[in-house]
């Protein structure tokens, strides 16, 4: 009974290789993100989708390609990886866009490129 | 404008102490403020959350303080224990963008001693 599931929980790959990471909520919620965590641990929001609407597309590398299928779903794509790829990668849902809609963090998907 | 700014980097508090992680921001515009801990291995999962209108909320040891005036809030947790020990991370929320998008503050990895 898994909230917000993303597979695979590690990835590793070469230098310009492209890979997806897949995510998937049973919620019910309407909005999922995406968000990259580098190595200091720092949290930035890459991209969120509601009812399969981009929302949010912040200053991502067009490398990246969010793709929603349904509401449940919100894949990554990245083309062309590079070395500062390497990150954890979270994706999150949440009821709406709210002010005060709780996001539920999925547990992580750890990208290294060599 | 859209910074917060969080401190200290890393806490070590004996157990029972009483752990105070702080948080800046610049944008008046933010009305929402969560506090998010995040396990090793594991997503960020919501701990607290407080809005501009309520300078303190108060669940079980955790606290959050707020003061508008000086656009700063503080997560205090009392009675600190070593299961506490995660990583917290402050974040803030423009509720008028209608997107849902948090910014992070940098995180404060919080070691409780036995």
């Known amino acids: 009974d898994t909230a917000v599931s993303q597979t695979p929980k590690y990835l590793v790959t070469q230098m310009g290789n492209d890979k997806s990471i897949k995510c998937e909520q049973n919620?019910?919620?309407?909005?999922m993100y995406w968000y990259k965590q580098d190595s200091k641990k720092f949290l930035k929001i890459m991209f969120s989708?509601?009812?399969?609407?981009?929302?949010i597309n912040e200053t991502v590398p067009n490398r990246f390609s969010p793709k929603s299928p349904d509401k449940a779903h919100l894949n990554l794509h990245i083309n062309s990886l590079e070395l500062g790829d390497s990150a954890v990668y979270f994706c999150?849902?949440?009821?709406?866009?709210?002010?005060?809609?709780?996001?539920?963090f999925g547990p992580g998907t750890r990208l290294t490129v060599l | 404008q859209q910074q917060v700014k969080q401190s200290p980097q890393s806490l070590i508090v004996q157990k029972g102490g009483i752990s105070i992680i702080n948080c800046a921001y610049e944008?008046?515009?933010?009305?929402?403020f969560p506090w998010y801990q995040q396990f090793p291995g594991k997503g960020p999962a919501l701990l607290i959350a407080?809005?501009?209108?309520?300078s303190e909320k108060k669940e079980g040891r955790f606290t959050i303080s707020f003061n508008k005036s000086a656009k700063q809030f503080s997560l205090h947790i009392m009675d600190s224990q070593p299961g506490d020990s995660a990583t917290y991370f402050c974040?803030?929320?423009?509720?008028?963008?209608?997107?849902?998008?948090?910014?992070f503050g940098q995180g404060t990895t919080l070691q409780v001693k036995p």
């Open positions: 999150a849902s949440s009821p709406w866009t709210g002010v005060t809609d709780t996001q539920y």
């Open positions: 919620l019910g919620h309407d909005t």
């Open positions: 989708y509601n009812n399969k609407e981009l929302i």
């Open positions: 944008n008046t515009a933010f009305d929402y």
């Open positions: 407080i809005r501009p209108d309520v």
């Open positions: 974040a803030a929320l423009m509720g008028s963008s209608n997107t849902g998008k948090l910014i």
